[in-house]
């Protein structure tokens, strides 16, 4: 059993037409730690010491959320620059996160073909990832390809949103059973719905 | 003296007993009033009290209680209403009438009788019904919509049938009662002794009653006027009440307001009814009727739910009286004579009652459970019917031996509709409920908000909570404040929000939030522990005054507390430190961090606190508060004022630095 703690983040929950029932899902699964992060800290002001102690109880910490101008939304930001801190997470001394992994869960609004060359994108989207990729590689943390959602803003006209929240589902619940196969998602750039990575199923 | 003392006694007691119990075992208030009643009956028949006089008396109980739906009544919610009022209530007292009139020319009555008795029991009971939805909360559901436009439509419709008793009347017993004459009038002589003001001629004149307790006959300022001045008389009277009602009741208020006498408000609240009561009889309108016009006229008012709560005692005591007295006028050795058919009769009356109800329901698109609350709660003959039993036999359309066994069966009707609402509340309600539990729509304000005070703090929190579209209901005690207020358009109401009554007017039962802004601290703390007994599944937000303030409101049960100046003063030393040249995030961060860690330091305080000992002489407490932020003494900055902020500001930086940990960009 993998110790999973799920960080929600999504400033616009109310009106989430993928995002929020994938949270609703997330916190119907037993035995992984759940938290939205936006109603916790709705006024930005982090407790530290709470959140580092959080993530020394884990070995999967996963980041659901939407992508906000190639990153993710603001709250992250403050999370990561307040609580992997220098000491604790990176640095002389800063080994508390060793082996843990750090893994995504987003929804993009544009289409997958958007992030090739010849797309409005121009750039892959691991490119735009890899600012939090380095950020796990220098807190000695696995950094695994992120579970991804393209065109999330037509996702409930064409039917998507139910396949992908039970693809979440079931991710979840592989890290937590440690059925999910991070070695096989390694050689991917992104996991989407119909093709996760996970042993024993199928 | 003693006889008034031992009868107040009597009925008191019968309602305060039965009445627990039978609340207690989810029978509602009626069923325990209408029990205590029949407990009594022996007693009353002992003492040979007049029951129904009494009855009579409390009838007025109905007229109130019309008054109190009126006030929950905008006239634009009335105006919505009127397609049901006329299309369902016209059709359920013309059909019901109809069918216990053929019911009736079956079991061999003449057709004049059979359609008297029609009439008479088309009529389902307003004081059960109304009493019955509002405590069980389905006044606003659309079944309890639908029996309220029945009823207001029944209410109406007593006035022609008042009119039309007399033409039906058989010869043969209008010979037999001889010249009109009170003694011969058996019921209703009775029901016009006491309180009434006389029987007087029933033939053809103009005179008409409703029954709720209304004068009848000598009192009148239409009787003899021709018929078109009659019209204008009785429309100048609703004239009168609707503009009186809407322009000088304010004024009126705010200067009754002004003395801050609650006994005076309660006059002037009981005086406003009995006199439109009192108008509406000299014309000959049912004062019913009036005054729940005249509530629909108040319904806007800030001082609304002033006087539902002033009012609301009375019509909850008269109407008690009544149904007691309903109780206790069940003739046993009648009903022990004939009690087989009585019930039959009685059973056989709902059953038709219902079924007309339940398929007018279907018609006019009632669905769910609401039908059947439609159907079950109106299948009763009503208090009407008493009246106009007596009413018939007073004008020879009914022999009498007849109108008493039809009385038995109007009292005994009015006995099993608590069973029926109980049958709709355990058996049908629960199948429609699970199908139809639908997720609430977030986009809409969820629940509703009182904010007790609309001074400097409540105002603040009714803009903000305004500003994005939920409608607080504000209670004040000022007037002019309020005047203010109503200018904008705002829901505001006069009254001492920290009386229970004037709570439950402004709906607490109904409400989520209560934001406690009053300015005394008593008061807050008060009315905070009396929401946490009495309404604890409402979320109180409350002002405190200061910091042992919060302490009693933690201990009286409140958990989001408020300081009143807190918040300010934070912001006042920021805008401060921004002065004294620090850094405005930095300021912002101090801020925070000083909000944090006071609000730390007030929980751990608050278990030190001691509300029966002052602060000096509590020690422990004194130990901590001393090593909260602010009260620890630092040691004074060295050098001069310029320089101690240099200093401070740079300490401030490295702090920053630290606590912000730094990146991997460092």
């Known amino acids: 059993m993998a110790r999973l703690l799920v960080y929600y983040a999504h400033p616009g929950h109310r009106k989430s037409p993928v995002n929020r029932p994938m949270a609703e899902a997330a916190q119907a699964v037993d035995g992984i730690t759940f ?33 906000f101008w190639y990153s993710t939304p603001s709250l992250i930001k403050e999370w990561i620059d307040l609580v992997l801190e220098h000491g604790f997470a990176y640095g002389a001394g800063g080994d508390r996160l060793t082996g843990k992994t750090l893994m995504f869960a987003l929804t993009a609004a544009g289409p997958e073909q958007a992030y090739t ?68 998602a390694a050689a991917m750039p992104i996991v989407t719905y119909e093709a996760l990575p996970i042993t024993g199923e199928r | 003296m003693g006889e008034l003392l031992f009868l107040a006694f009597v009925f008191l007691c019968a309602g305060v007993v039965a009445v627990p119990i039978a609340s207690r075992l989810g029978l509602g208030s009626v069923l325990g009033y209408l029990i205590a009643g029949i407990a009594i009956s022996p007693l009353l028949a002992l003492f040979e009290v007049d029951v129904v006089s009494i009855q009579h008396f409390a009838e007025f ?15 634009r ?29 079956a079991l061999g009555q003449p057709w004049s009788v059979a359609l008297a008795v029609g009439l008479v029991l088309a009529l389902s009971s307003t004081a059960i019904v109304l009493q019955t939805l509002n405590e069980k909360g389905l006044m606003k559901s659309d079944g309890g919509q639908s029996s309220f436009s029945v009823l207001l439509f029944q209410d109406i419709a007593v006035i022609p049938m008042l009119a039309l008793i007399p033409l039906l009347a058989l010869p043969e017993l209008a010979d037999s009662l001889g010249s009109a004459g009170p003694a011969a009038e058996g019921h209703a002589a009775d029901s016009h002794g006491a309180n009434d003001l ?55 208020f705010n200067f009754i307001a002004v003395a801050r006498l609650r006994e005076i408000f309660v006059a002037a609240a009981l005086l406003w009814v009995i006199g439109i009561a009192l108008l509406m009889t000299l014309v000959g309108l049912s004062p019913a009727l009036g005054t729940f016009l005249a509530g629909v006229v108040l319904a806007n008012s800030e001082y609304r739910h002033e006087l539902e709560s002033n009012i609301d005692p009375f019509k909850g005591l008269l109407l008690g009286l009544f149904f007691i007295t309903v109780g206790a006028g069940i003739d046993f050795n009648l009903l022990g004579a004939s009690w087989r058919e009585t019930l039959l009769l009685t059973l056989g009356l709902i059953a038709l009652k219902a079924a007309v109800l339940y398929v007018l329901a279907v018609i006019f698109k009632v669905d ?49 509709t608590p069973a029926l609402f109980i049958l709709y509340d355990r058996v049908i309600a629960p199948q429609y409920t699970t199908g139809e539990a639908r997720e609430a729509d977030e986009d809409v304000p969820a629940g509703s908000i009182i904010i007790a005070g609309h001074g400097r703090f409540g105002g603040i929190v009714n803009r903000m909570l305004r500003g994005l579209g939920y409608e607080p209901v504000v209670v004040d005690y000022s007037s002019t404040q309020l005047e203010l207020l109503r200018t904008f358009g705002f829901r505001a109401y006069f009254g001492d929000a920290t009386r229970p009554d004037l709570l439950h ?37 409350s002002r405190a005054v200061d910091r042992p303030h919060v302490y009693d409101l933690y201990a009286a049960g409140c958990r989001d507390i408020i300081r009143e100046t807190f918040d300010s003063g934070v912001r006042a030393g920021r805008s401060a430190l921004e002065a004294l040249g620090v850094h405005p995030f930095e300021a912002e961060r101090k801020a925070r961090q000083f909000v944090n860690d006071d609000r730390r330091a007030i929980a751990a305080l608050a278990s030190l606190y001691d509300p029966e000992m002052p602060i000096q002489d509590n020690k422990a407490y004194v130990q901590k508060a001393k090593r909260t932020p602010g009260c620890e003494r630092r040691p004074p900055a060295r050098g001069g004022r310029r320089l101690r902020v240099a200093r401070g500001s740079r300490l401030v930086t490295a702090h920053f630095r630290g606590c912000r940990g730094g990146n991997a960009g460092g």
Not at chain 1, 132 to 156: G, I, T
Not at chain 2, 85 to 105: F, K
């Open chain 1, 35 to 67: 938290a939205d992060l936006y109603r916790t800290y709705p006024r930005f002001e982090i407790d530290v010491a709470a959140e580092q102690e959080r993530l020394l109880s884990s070995d999967v910490i996963l980041f659901q959320c939407p992508l």
């Open chain 1, 117 to 184: 060359p010849e797309g409005y994108q121009h750039f892959p989207l691991r490119t735009f990832l890899s600012p939090l990729e380095q950020s796990a590689r220098l807190c000695h943390m696995r950094f695994a390809p992120p579970y991804v959602l393209h065109s999330s803003l037509k996702a409930p006209d064409a039917g998507w949103v139910a396949p992908h929240v039970e693809g979440y589902r079931r991710l979840l619940i592989a890290i937590r059973d440690d059925s999910y196969d991070f070695d096989a």
């Open chain 2, 61 to 75: 109980g109905v007229v109130m209680m019309l008054f109190l739906v009126g006030l929950e009544l905008e006239p």
């Open chain 2, 77 to 105: 919610l009335l105006w919505e209403m009127r397609a049901r009022l006329l299309g369902l209530g016209g059709l359920q007292v013309g059909c019901t009438t109809l069918l216990v009139m053929a019911a009736a020319m």
């Open chain 2, 198 to 252: 006389g029987v007087g001629d029933h033939g053809g004149d103009d005179n008409r009653e409703d029954g709720h307790g209304g004068g009848h006959g000598e009192m009148s300022l239409v009787a003899g006027l021709p018929g078109w001045l009659q019209a204008l008389v009785t429309l100048g009277a609703i004239a009168a009440v609707v503009v009186v009602g809407s322009v000088l009741t304010r004024p009126v």
């Open chain 2, 368 to 416: 769910g459970a609401d039908r059947w609350l439609f159907s079950l709660g109106l299948a009763q003959a009503g208090e009407f019917g008493f009246v106009l039993l007596s009413f018939t036999v007073a004008n020879a359309v009914i022999p009498q031996a007849l109108a008493g066994q039809l009385l038995l069966v109007v009292a005994l009707s009015m006995l099993l």
């Open chain 2, 505 to 541: 007017a402004a709906g607490i039962e109904q409400t989520s939030i209560l934001v406690i802004a009053i300015d005394d601290r008593e008061q807050i703390t008060g009315l905070a522990r009396y929401m946490q007994q009495a309404h604890p599944h409402v979320h109180v937000v």
